[in-house]
């Protein structure tokens, strides 16, 4: 039933609203209970009349909002809708398209529930149905029954690109007559009306557009000595904020938020920018930018090494040859590298220690025998030895007979001067650069001329080395690899002495492709071009990075056009390594503009439009029941019990606005009471302590094993433990303990640092952790093979741990309350670790075991699984078997002497230790 | 909530229960007499006692006897030696028991029944401490800390009345009397009362003990009042519309009993049982002792 907008589900409920009169009636007749006091002094009040009897009826406010409520809830009832949906049943072959781009990922579960309600209503009114992915290669679509298509439509998943040009769909719709429906990403494609208009001479269109904003983020730059970031939006109604979030491995490796800057969008601004400053060594770690909360590929943005800032020592001749500064031999590398590089100054044993990524020697003939072995030691270890020639190389007999370690080849004496005015030829061009060279596919600018140069010897493996050469073969630039490092040497000056190559664009190329400077803008196509990049991540449409994996490598032509019109099939977005540098190909580019996707008139856009169907159910039942509330106070009010209700109340009031307040807060006040009490646990006496790992049933089984261990600890020693307790590290004070059992899963979170820092200190001032892997070490810790080991490495990577050692024979576990000589739990692989004894540490003449370290091993790490052997569950009996019959028990029995000897340990320091001394103090006493 | 017959045994345990609250009530009494300093309250006249008072020159009709000769001898006149007035009073204590001063508007408020009775002992106990004869409206005024128990044992019964009435019997002719109720009730058997007491020559106090809520009407809305003991009703569509008009006959009723009390030259106070015990039993003893 419709009246103007609104429609009922139920309109004979309706009816309901005749018996309004009749209430009315009743109410009427009724009015409110007289409330019985007893007081006394009703003596003084016999006879006195009241002066209005109007009370003796319901008022008429009463009654009105009595009525209303009613009225409401019948209303409510009935089902009344706002502006109900029409629904025409279509007929014919029903066609589904979808973008299933990355601009998609933001709702894909609604868009595919929205195509899944589609098809199934179509397989209700037998249509049959073909579902499109723009993103796809064109291909005519088959009509298939709806259940055909129910199944693989929840297998869909969004690419990581965009459609590309939708005109050549035009030609591959099917033939016939049918209504389409397309779930718009709300984003303007090439060839999307050619695509509309065919749709709509077969049928009916309709389109689903998200009205969710589409953020995107642009790829960080480097400027102005910030990170300048950029976001834009689709459609950009009123303001908005967006947290943009930089990620990168912390220094040990984990996956971190390392900044975030929030950018505000003006009202009816599409694009926000802000900066982010941040120290050289953090900046370089960051590995993606992206926008929180937001679930696409466009919101991310992976750096490559644009972003990152080389730390770059130039070195020159020295002081002593005063000149112009345009003669300088390291101006024009000064000038080039300033704007993209961290550049350091100072000698070269002062810049060694800072570590450079390139030391850059322009000229520099004689080092000191100190300064090559740091050089060497620092190449080793990946550094690049950048070198150019000059007069005073030219003149020093530096790898002249030899070749020197710090010179890619031996030099001729002298070297050739051509094109000068005292000289035959002309000045040499370049010859293209051959494949095997890093410069291979850059371009060769024919004016880029050298007239003096060095000249290599001709040994056996100068080709190999040379990396670029003049057009007369002799070699320009040479290359050696030493260690993980390498020198390369240009036969030219760094300034335009002998050469104009410094002065032409070519050198800055060449520079970015040694590594040696950074790109302050996208790579163009030259810069990519000849070379193979291979993919290392990819992104794929919800931004979720993913390895590569075994994906053959790209052209470069082929990843530059990718780069200029975004990535596409072939290309996913990712990040592509090249042989020297890393690029970025980010589904939205610098420059990147997106725009709405517009309709032609006739066609009905879903999704957006500001009049929806709206239930009105809930907001009128609610009324009803404040019409009623009120008509509680109203009644309340009328009998005079409202007055000392509210006195009465007011105290019931503090407290469930206390209450409320508490349950506002509930994790503050519980957290205090229970670190507060289980600080008071924890000191109450000993208590044992395991590290909850989150793995229950891991929890469970180190509760119990502490607890058969305090059983045992309490029948058979002085020490008397309370109940164990189980510790998490971020939250809880680990001081209180002694001594922490620490069972390792292989999928226990790592600890924050704060919870690092606690372990430390946990560590520094006596405390003992044993480690578990409960892995019975099948591999032996040196392999880290199983998942635990290997979750152990990692755990403790970031614990001040000692040097560890196979426990030794004489080690005081072995004797400080039963004497062992194997530490079994549930396993028994003998591989026990504790600190390692100082290595000065001797036995002496006469006496059992040697003179060991004081103090108690900060550590013990072993896999036996000792709380699954220790552990008893109420009844103080054995939860889990150990070995096979008496032996078994017996290596329980073990397993507890170990547990005892630990505790004691841990409790006695080395007290058993002390017994060397004992022959040295019966001879004191002898005298 | 009917009283009408209990069974002995019911009487028993409501006894043995008020008996328990006996040493209470009678702690805090003397609590509450500790705290009038009885100092020097000479009875300022003239009489029969054993302390000096005054010389005065003798008059026409004094005996020979009463002239202090040693006195007379210094001068020409005759001197009379007066001692000062210190004959016992008999002062007999009313402490209205009926329901309705069982009444409290507030619960961390005593009922008015307690305070009275409280005020009630309190009093006798500084009476008794300086020598007078104290009982209860009922029992003979007898002097000596022995006649605190008895008369706190007294105060102990109840009475199933809605409204008390004032007793007479037992009063001393020319002693004191205290009438200590709400005075809520009818006020015939109080003028009675007033006459037969003045008829024997016995002044005294009159306080009236009321609740707060009786004072100040703090009632709305559709209410029946009825009375303690549920004799009298009276139903309100919109109590807080009488709250003026039941001010003023109380305010009226006040002035009635002032009247009275001024006609018979007693004295008149209201006590409210939101206010001290002390302020109370402090203006009771004042108004004895200006009586005397």
């Given amino acids: 039933m419709m009246i103007g907008p609104l429609a009922f589900t139920a309109p004979w409920l309706l009816v309901g609203l005749i018996a309004l009169p009749v209430l009315w009636l009743l109410l009427r007749a009724v009015p409110p209970a007289p409330i019985r006091r007893r007081f006394p002094g009703v003596a003084l009040l016999l006879g006195l009349e009241d002066s209005a009897r109007q009370a003796d009826k319901t008022p008429w406010w009463l009654l009105v909002l009595r009525a209303l409520a009613v009225a409401a809830a019948i209303l409510g009832f009935a089902g009344p809708v706002l502006n109900p949906e029409q629904r025409q049943p279509g007929t014919g072959p029903l066609l589904v398209l979808l973008d299933g781009g990355w601009a998609d990922a933001r709702d894909w579960s609604r868009r595919v529930a929205r195509a899944g309600e589609l098809i199934a209503e179509a397989g209700r009114q037998g249509r049959t149905v073909a579902v499109l992915r723009l993103t796809d290669a064109p291909d005519t679509p088959q009509f298939q029954s709806a259940e055909a298509w129910a199944g693989r439509m929840a297998a869909m998943v969004p690419q990581a690109w965009l459609p590309g040009d939708l005109a050549p769909w035009v030609a591959k719709l099917p033939e016939g007559d049918f209504d389409s429906y397309w779930l718009t990403d709300g984003l303007a494609h090439p060839g999307q009306a050619a695509l509309t208009s065919a749709l709509t001479a077969k049928g009916a269109l309709t389109v689903f557009q998200s009205p969710r904003p589409l953020f995107l983020l642009h790829p960080a730059g480097f400027a102005d000595g910030a990170v300048q970031i950029a976001a834009s939006r689709l459609p950009a109604p009123d303001a908005a904020q967006a947290e943009v979030v930089a990620r990168g491995p912390d220094p040990s490796g984990i996956d971190r938020e390392l900044a975030r800057q929030t950018l505000s969008f003006a009202p009816g601004a599409d694009r926000a920018e802000g900066k982010l400053s941040l120290p050289p060594e953090l900046r370089n770690r960051i590995t993606r930018f992206e926008i929180l909360g937001q679930r696409t590929a466009g919101a991310v943005s992976l750096t490559d090494d644009s972003l990152k800032r080389r730390k770059i020592a130039i070195l020159g001749t020295g002081a002593d040859r005063e000149g112009l500064q345009l003669l300088s031999a390291t101006h024009y590398l000064r000038q080039a590298l300033q704007p993209v590089a961290d550049l350091l100054d100072g000698s070269l044993s002062d810049v060694l220690p800072a570590n450079p990524d390139v030391i850059i020697l322009a000229d520099v003939a004689r080092l000191t025998q100190n300064e090559t072995d740091g050089l060497l030691d620092w190449l080793d270890k990946g550094g690049l030895l950048l070198r150019f020639a000059g007069p005073r190389l030219a003149a020093s007999d530096l790898s002249r007979s030899a070749e020197d370690p710090l010179m890619p080849v031996r030099l001729r004496e002298g070297g050739r001067s051509v094109g000068g005015s005292m000289s035959w030829g002309e000045p040499k061009t370049l010859a293209p650069f051959p494949e095997s060279s890093p410069f291979h596919g850059l371009p060769v600018p024919a004016d880029v001329t050298v007239t003096e140069q060095v000249l290599a010897q001709p040994d056996p493996d100068l080709s190999q080395r040379t990396i670029a050469a003049l057009a007369d073969g002799t070699p320009l630039v040479t290359r050696k690899e030493i260690g993980e490092g390498q020198v390369v040497l240009f036969h030219v000056t760094a300034n335009a002495e002998w050469s104009n190559l410094p002065l032409s664009g070519l050198f800055m190329q060449m520079l970015e492709r040694l590594a040696v400077s950074a790109r302050t803008v996208e790579p163009g196509a030259e810069a990519l071009a000849g070379q193979i990049w291979v993919p290392e991540k990819v992104l794929d449409a919800y931004g979720q990075e993913a390895k590569a994996g075994e994906v053959a490598g790209v052209e470069g032509e082929g990843l530059a056009r990718a780069m200029a019109e975004g990535p596409g099939p072939g290309f996913p977005p990712g990040l592509y390594a090249g042989p020297e540098n890393r690029v970025a190909l980010n589904v939205v580019g610098a420059q990147t503009v997106v725009t709405a996707a517009s309709w032609p008139a006739g066609v009905k856009v879903e999704g957006m439009d500001a009049v929806r169907e709206q239930a009105l159910k809930g907001g009128l039942l609610a009324g009803a029941l404040l019409l009623l509330a009120a008509d509680i106070l109203a009644a309340l009010w009328l009998a005079g019990r409202l007055g000392g209700m509210l006195r009465r109340g007011r105290a019931a009031g503090l407290v469930l606005a206390a209450v409320a307040l508490t349950a506002l807060h509930p994790g503050d006040a519980r957290a205090q009471d229970s670190a507060d009490a289980k600080a008071i646990e924890a000191t109450r006496g000993v208590v044992l302590a395991h590290v909850l790992t989150g793995n229950a049933e891991v929890d469970r089984v180190a509760q119990a094993g502490l607890l058969g261990l305090s059983y045992r600890l309490y029948d058979r020693t002085s020490v008397e433990p309370e109940l164990p307790a189980g510790v998490d590290l971020e939250k809880d004070e680990l001081a209180f303990y002694p001594f922490l059992y620490w069972p390792i899963t292989a999928d226990q979170p790592l600890p924050s640092p704060a919870a690092y820092d606690k372990l430390n200190r946990f560590l520094r001032t006596g405390g003992m952790i044993l480690f578990d892997t409960r892995d019975g070490d099948v591999a032996g810790l040196g392999g880290g093979t199983s998942p635990e080991g290997q979750a152990l490495q990692l755990l403790a990577s970031g614990l001040d741990i000692p040097p560890l050692e196979q426990i030794p024979e004489d080690h005081v576990l072995t004797r400080s309350f039963y004497l062992l000589q194997e530490f079994p739990g549930r396993y028994t692989s003998p591989a026990l670790w504790v600190e390692a004894a100082p290595p000065d540490a001797e036995q002496e003449e006469g006496m059992p075991f040697r003179n060991l370290n004081d103090g108690v091993t900060p550590v013990i790490i072993g896999g036996n699984d000792w709380a699954a052997a220790w552990a008893v569950d109420d009844n103080d009996a054995p939860m889990f078997p150990v070995g096979r019959g008496f032996a078994g028990e017996q290596q329980r029995e073990i397993a507890y002497r170990f547990g005892i000897n630990v505790v004691m340990h841990v409790l006695t320091g080395n007290y058993k230790s002390d017994q060397v001394h004992v022959p040295a103090l019966l001879e004191r006493l002898g005298q | ?292």
């Fill in chain 2, 1 to 292: 909530m009917s009283l009408s017959a209990p069974s002995s045994a019911d009487l028993r345990t409501r006894a043995e229960v008020l008996g328990q609250a006996l040493p209470p009530l009678l702690a805090e009494a003397e609590h509450l007499a500790q705290t009038v300093m009885l100092g020097e309250h000479g009875r300022r006249r003239a009489g029969q006692g054993d302390e000096f008072w005054q010389y005065r020159p003798a008059h026409a009709g004094d005996s020979a006897r009463s002239i202090d000769w040693r006195r007379s001898a210094r001068s020409d006149a005759h001197f009379i030696r007066e001692r000062e007035w210190q004959a016992a009073q008999s002062v007999t204590i009313w402490v209205d028991a009926s329901r309705s001063m069982g009444f409290s508007g507030a619960k961390e408020r005593a009922s008015k029944a307690d305070r009275a009775r409280l005020i009630g002992l309190a009093l006798g106990v500084l009476l008794l401490r300086s020598g007078e004869r104290v009982g209860l409206a009922g029992q003979p005024p007898r002097p000596g800390r022995s006649q605190v128990v008895a008369m706190a044992a007294a105060l102990a019964t109840g009475s199933a009345a809605d409204y008390g009435s004032p007793e007479v019997a037992g009063m001393v002719a020319h002693g004191r009397a205290v009438f200590l109720s709400d005075f809520l009730g009818p006020l015939e058997d109080l003028e009675t009362a007033l006459a037969a007491a003045s008829d024997r020559g016995v002044r005294g106090v009159m306080m009236q003990i009321l609740d707060p809520a009786e004072e100040e009407f703090p009632f709305d809305g559709r209410t029946i009042f009825d009375s303690m003991g549920g004799s009298l009703t009276h139903e309100t569509q919109s109590a807080g519309e009488l709250r003026a008009r039941y001010l003023a006959r109380l305010a009226e009723r006040k002035d009635r009993l002032q009247a009275l009390a001024r006609a018979v030259g007693w004295h008149f106070s209201a006590h409210h049982t939101g206010d001290t015990a002390q302020a109370g039993l402090l203006w009771a003893y004042r108004a004895l002792e200006g009586g005397r």
